[in-house]
């Protein structure tokens, strides 16, 4: 890890990342997810469709050394988790006012 922030620092003068996420393979649907079968995706695609934080908190919910299952109905329970938690946030505060 160490040594990777090392090369990026090396390589753009600056670190603009602080962590790094590792996680296992990564299927769709529970199968292989590659270019060659077609059923791949990149960030950009996601995040058309779902917020980034929803991208985020579905990585983040994986433990690092098990393979991460893409689904629709994955990234819409992140988002709904996500979500909940801003209106839950929203609601105390206003709330207190």
């Given at each position: 890890m160490k040594m990777r922030l090392l090369k990026r620092v090396a390589a753009c003068h600056e670190a603009r990342v602080?962590?790094?996420l590792h996680n296992g393979h990564v299927t769709n649907n529970n199968e292989k997810m590659s270019k060659s079968l077609g059923n791949s995706f990149?960030?950009?695609?996601?995040?058309v469709r779902y917020h980034p934080l929803s991208l985020r908190h579905f990585?983040?919910?994986?433990?690092?050394?098990?393979?991460?299952?893409?689904s629709n109905f994955q990234l819409e329970s992140a988002s709904d988790a996500v979500y909940y938690v801003y209106n839950t946030l929203q609601e105390c505060e206003d709330a207190s006012v």
């Open positions: 602080s962590y790094w990149t960030i950009r695609e996601i995040t990585l983040l919910s994986a433990h690092f050394r098990t393979p991460l299952n893409y």
